[in-house]
């Protein structure tokens, strides 16, 4: 096992260092150019322009500006904004918690939502709670996060006079004054995400109810509960976990609009702020971020199969 994870570990050197290339030039080709924001003055001269560009770096060619940027995030520093001159670090690092306390709350919803909703529909094939089941899912399917997000904001509003305060504060700070502030936009995201993953159960749990182990489990004389939540449970659970982890990883980058509806200053509205103005190292920073939670969560997720599963070793040929 501990060769297994170092290996995965050295491996996410070379994922990571692509990532990194691949986010520095897609900034470099997206249309706009910094200094028209840092210059408002529409009658600045081009040697003005020429002299900010000097100044922030952007006149020299690719290959050192990269070489540049990837240099100061391997000592740990990720550079400052172009407009507000402020650390990117400390911004991302303000805003990276609010992102994962919406994410980790949307998730914990999906997943309370999901699982049982799939077993049951699963153990109870073909009844009506089974076709309940299966609309719901397909319902949250298809509702748009950002159109449920809008609903969960304006309707308490009309009903009952309530929106979520504002500005934002840590569960550190004020515990029942965050929970106010996360809890609609965690099911505006939980709610559509637990669709795929009631779906995923159903269908794992189906197929696992009709192995030979099971039907030997029954023939025991185990009860049905028993038998689903001992015996069928953890087999069906590998590919629903694969599914848990890639949604979180999904939300903790996709909160863009749901942050920006609900006014919670975390990564996804930071990012916007910053693509809208054209400020390389915010978005450098926030983007390769998300990639460095992302492969990390594909380890975590591979060193849980063993787990549910004892059967999968991780050894040297692994």
């Known amino acids: 096992m501990r060769e297994y994870v170092l290996r995965r570990l050295i491996m996410l050197v070379p994922v990571l260092l692509a990532v990194s290339v691949a986010i520095f030039l897609l900034m470099r080709v997206v249309p706009g150019d910094v200094t028209h924001f840092i210059l408002q003055d529409a009658g600045t001269s081009q040697e003005d322009v020429r002299a900010l560009r000097h100044e922030i770096g952007l006149d020299v060619p690719l290959p050192e500006q990269y070489v540049r940027w990837i240099g100061g995030v391997l000592r740990g520093d990720l550079g400052r904004s172009l407009l507000t001159h402020r650390s990117v ?39 009506p709670l089974d076709y309940l089941a299966r609309f719901v899912s397909v ?37 029942w004054r965050n929970i106010e502030q996360i809890i609609l936009p965690a099911l505006a995201l939980g709610l559509p995400a637990s669709g795929v993953t009631m779906r995923m159960v159903r269908a794992q749990m189906l197929e696992v109810l009709r192995q030979d182990y099971v039907r030997t489990a029954r023939a025991k004389g185990l009860s049905g509960r028993l038998v689903v939540w001992r015996h069928a449970l953890k087999n069906t659970m590998i590919p629903v976990v694969t599914i848990i982890g890639n949604q979180l990883g999904f939300l903790l980058g ?31 920073a926030d983007v ?31």
């Open 139 to 175: 319902g949250a399917l298809s509702i748009p996060a950002f159109w449920l997000g809008t609903l969960l904001l304006v309707l308490p509003s009309i009903w009952f006079h309530w929106t979520p305060p504002t500005p934002y504060s840590g569960f550190s700070v004020h515990p």
């Open 254 to 284: 996709g909160t863009v609009i749901t942050e920006t509806i609900f006014s919670l200053p975390g990564v996804g509205r930071l990012t916007l702020d910053a693509v809208s103005k054209r400020d390389y190292p915010q978005i450098q």
């Open 89 to 127: 670090g400390a911004e991302l690092r303000n805003a990276a918690p609010v992102s994962l306390e919406v994410a980790l709350l949307a998730i914990i919803i999906s997943v309370v939502v999901a699982v049982p909703a799939g077993i049951l529909s699963a153990v109870r094939q073909d009844s």
């Open 288 to 318: 390769l971020f998300i990639a460095i939670v992302f492969v990390l969560l594909n380890l975590v997720i591979d060193l849980s199969y063993s787990w549910f599963d004892p059967r999968i070793r991780y050894g040297k040929g692994a």
